[in-house]
C-alpha cells in the first residue's frame, strides 16, 4: 500500500504532462500540428506564427502555449536561432530548413 501512495505524486506529474496547456480547446493538438506542417514545420517569425493562429483558431498567446508544451513533452526543440521545429507527425522526418 505504501508503494501506492508513494507513486500518486508521480502520476500526477505524468498525467499534467499528456495534458494541452489550459484554456486551448480540446481538438487544437491535432489542428496545431497540421498548421505547423502546413508552415514548414519550423515556426520562426509572425510569417510563421500567423498561419498557425488562423488555421486552429487559437491566439498568439495559446499558440505559445501549446509550443511550449510541445517542447516540455519533447514533441518540439528549440533551435540555434530561437526558432521551435515540431519533430511529430508529418513533422517528425521533415528536414530542418538552413
Same mark, same amino acid.
Given at each position: 500500500? &505504501?508503494?501506492?501512495?508513494?507513486s500518486?505524486? !508521480?502520476?500526477?506529474?505524468?498525467?499534467?504532462?499528456?495534458? *494541452? *496547456?489550459?484554456?486551448?480547446?480540446?481538438? $487544437?493538438?491535432?489542428?496545431?500540428?497540421?498548421?505547423? $506542417?502546413?508552415?514548414?514545420?519550423?515556426?520562426?517569425?509572425? @510569417?510563421?506564427?500567423?498561419?498557425? /493562429? +488562423?488555421?486552429?483558431?487559437?491566439?498568439? /498567446?495559446?499558440?505559445? /502555449?501549446m509550443?511550449?508544451? @510541445? +517542447?516540455? &513533452?519533447?514533441?518540439?526543440? @528549440?533551435? /540555434?536561432?530561437?526558432?521551435? @521545429?515540431?519533430?511529430?507527425? !508529418?513533422? !517528425?522526418d521533415?528536414?530542418? *530548413? !538552413?
Amino acid at each position: 500500500m &505504501n508503494k501506492f501512495l508513494v507513486s500518486l505524486p !508521480a502520476l500526477g506529474l505524468v498525467a499534467a504532462c499528456a495534458m *494541452p *496547456p489550459q484554456g486551448v480547446p480540446a481538438d $487544437a493538438v491535432g489542428s496545431y500540428d497540421a498548421a505547423v $506542417a502546413s508552415v514548414g514545420c519550423v515556426m520562426r517569425s509572425d @510569417k510563421d506564427y500567423l498561419p498557425v /493562429e +488562423i488555421q486552429t483558431g487559437m491566439t498568439r /498567446e495559446q499558440v505559445l /502555449e501549446m509550443t511550449a508544451y @510541445k +517542447i516540455a &513533452n519533447d514533441q518540439a526543440v @528549440k533551435l /540555434e536561432d530561437g526558432s521551435v @521545429k515540431l519533430t511529430t507527425g !508529418a513533422c !517528425a522526418d521533415a528536414a530542418t *530548413p !538552413a
